[in-house]
């Protein structure tokens, strides 16, 4: 995901496609909110959304993808930047879904969850160019800051991704579209496939490092207001 933030210059995130439950295609992108909203400066522009961009450049068989202008974070990020509300959509300027799919979408997960975090990440041995991919239990929970929503919290993986990975989906259930390829658990429990191979869903947006801890990687937690942000797209055009 490439975009402009005014007065600074051409930065890139990572995003990923959601379905709109209210139509059979999708053009509503998930992202980080720190990709969409800059407290102070405002909304980015000039979003281009580039699925399977790899070492290549454009893959030509999904392209890019611009935005319609419309796109929504929580008020509580315009206004404390809170790592706990780091979550937003915009919507693109066609029916992207067509050419990728679309990710479900979960809400209020319990903890301790196992994901697939998914990033361009760049710097610490990656070039940015193709994603890399952190499969990791969620580790704990807390309150990453804001007094906007003190009942917010970020959760953790143990991950080595870098920049550029801001945005990037953490999914679970993760599967091979060809169920005839996919096996049964065979512990018997439902841990990695809490949904029955009905994924892969969305549980979570990639914010950043925590501070001081190289290898830890945050996500807020998707509640609610998460899904009022992502309908507020949907609703407008997604």
């Not at 975009?3 to 209210?22: D, E, L, M, R, Y």
């Not at 990687?217 to 797209?233: D, E, G, I, K, Y």
């Amino acid at each position: 995901l490439f975009f402009n933030t005014p007065g600074q210059g051409t930065f890139s995130c990572t995003a990923a496609v959601i379905v709109n439950p209210s139509s059979v295609s999708s053009r509503t992108i998930a992202t980080a909110a720190h990709c969409i909203y800059t407290p102070g400066v405002g909304f980015h522009n000039s979003f281009s959304f580039c699925p399977s961009y790899n070492n290549s450049g454009i893959n030509p068989q999904r392209g890019c993808w611009g935005w319609t202008g419309y796109a929504a974070v929580p008020t509580g990020w315009t206004t404390n930047a809170s790592p706990d509300l780091d979550y937003g959509c915009f919507v693109s300027s066609g029916t992207v879904s067509n050419f990728t799919g679309a990710l479900g979408v979960v809400y209020g997960r319990p903890d301790k969850d196992l994901v697939f975090a998914h990033g361009y990440s760049s710097g610490g041995g990656f070039n940015g160019n193709i994603i890399s991919t952190c499969a990791a239990p969620e580790w704990y929970t807390r309150d990453a800051g804001g007094p906007d929503n003190p009942a917010a919290q970020s959760k953790y993986i143990g991950c080595d991704q870098r920049g550029g990975t801001g945005g990037g989906p953490w999914i679970l259930d993760l599967r091979h579209p060809n169920l005839g390829l996919e096996a049964p658990a065979q512990d018997g429990s439902n841990l990695t496939d809490p949904f029955q191979r009905t994924g892969p869903y969305l549980t979570g947006v990639t914010f950043g490092r925590r501070a001081g801890y190289v290898n830890e990687l945050s996500s807020p937690r998707f509640t609610n207001l998460t899904q009022t942000v992502f309908n507020a797209c949907r609703n407008n055009g997604g």
